[in-house]
């Protein structure tokens, strides 16, 4: 087993994924060490290149967070969705300058037939620790993708914590998706894991899937 050794929040106080993360950041919590350093510079190298290499013109961001992540990006037109009213907040009042980006409350009825090129889940998906939002989130993630999804996350089953529930997820995505949509590449982390310095490295690598044509 894997041990998640990164800054924690105490397991009396997990309700759901949903409330952990709005209590986080009115708390005035960040989004973690993932979107922050090196391992969110690294992130942004490869999406940056990826965006660039593929003259993609549109993303969809599932899980934007507290908007750190995205400072370093660049994203020709962008859309971020969040399950945190306060993160939304937060990211709106960060980028209110900026007419490109955009941010919508994941339950947002009017968002969710929303398309973009490129669909994006970062540091998100082992997170999601009930079966059936992981589920509802997956669909969402690859029905919303006109080309490409990129997924930043661990890809093997554990439970580290109350809000850390490592799937998987790549066999779900070639039964539920499988004729849709392509592996296309996994670049593995620059850093990865070491349980001695959980704050700069990660257990999450890139997934990269290509719609078919």
Known sequence: MKKFLGRNRKAG??????????????SKDNSGA????????????????????NGIKSVIEYGVGDGNQLSLASYPSYIGFDVS????SLCKKRFKHDTEKHFYM?????????TAELCLSLDVIYHLVEDEVFDSYMQRLFDT????VIVYSSNYDDHFAPHVKSRKFTPWVEKNRGNDF??????????PFDANDPDNTSMADFYIYERRK
Request: zero cysteines.
């Open 13 to 26: 106080a997990f309700k759901n994924s949903k409330s952990y993360w709005e209590d986080r950041y009115r």
């Open 34 to 53: 993932g979107s922050y350093g090196r391992l969110a510079e690294f992130k942004a190298e490869i999406l940056n290149q990826f965006v660039a290499n």
């Open 85 to 88: 009213r306060t993160a939304l």
């Open 106 to 114: 994941m339950s947002d009825p009017a968002q969710r037939s929303t």
């Open 145 to 148: 993708a006109t080309k490409y």
């Open 182 to 191: 392509v592996l296309k590449e996994v670049v593995k982390n620059k850093y």
